[in-house]
């Protein structure tokens, strides 16, 4: 399993392709009725491929668009919204009830950081939460604890499969903020070292 530290990193997606396709027909008249149609055939047959490129051009530009706001979940990298994801109660509930499994979770557990002891901004992050957030994080250690890592691994696999792209959903620190009640509201890959972002992210 590939595990990316992510900092921050934000997609452009406000760049815009424009292609430009002319024909113009040049003056004059076919010499015979058998020339005009061989013609068509060969600019039907120049314009094939033209077609495709830009078709290709069409799928590409479509597959690397974030998701789209019909999601429940939110998908924040750093403290800027990226995409919404569709996660279930009972989808979550499988995930909630293994984490209750390996760590005790009390009412004041509103974060949890999955994170890397190698990872310099997973220990970035973790410094401004104590500072900030005391008494309201869980520390999970996926390199130092199995079943945290199990625990990551089908958290990021599922997201993977609600449209989260894998190089943000497998980057640490991977955050997730839980509503009073425990349900999932929010994922938030990567620093947010943003005291009212985390507040208002809390409020709900």
């Not at 406000?14 to 113009?24: A, L, N, W």
């Amino acid at each position: 399993m590939s595990i990316y530290t992510v900092k921050n990193r934000i997609r452009d997606n406000g760049s815009r392709i424009r292609i430009i396709m002319g024909y113009r027909k040049m003056p004059g008249k076919s010499a015979s009725k058998n020339k005009g149609g061989t013609n068509k055939s060969n600019v039907i047959f120049l314009l094939i491929p033209v077609v495709v490129f830009i078709t290709a051009i069409a799928i590409l530009l479509a597959w690397n668009q974030p998701g789209g706001s019909s999601g429940n979940i939110a998908f924040y990298l750093g403290t800027s919204k990226y995409m919404n994801i569709d996660i279930t109660s009972s989808e979550w509930k499988n995930i909630y009830n293994n984490l209750t499994q390996i760590a005790q979770l009390n009412e004041s557990t509103r974060i949890i950081m999955f994170g890397l002891t190698t990872c310099p901004h997973c220990h970035a992050q973790q410094e401004f939460f104590e500072s900030e957030m005391s008494g309201k994080v869980l520390y999970l250690w996926v390199d130092m604890d199995e079943k945290a890592g199990s625990l990551f691994s089908q958290l990021t696999n599922l997201e993977i499969s609600k449209g989260a792209p894998p190089q943000y959903a497998l980057g640490v620190p991977h955050i997730i903020v839980l509503d009073k009640n425990g349900e999932l509201v929010a994922v938030v890959i990567g620093e947010a070292k943003d005291k009212g972002f985390w507040d208002r992210l809390l409020s709900t």
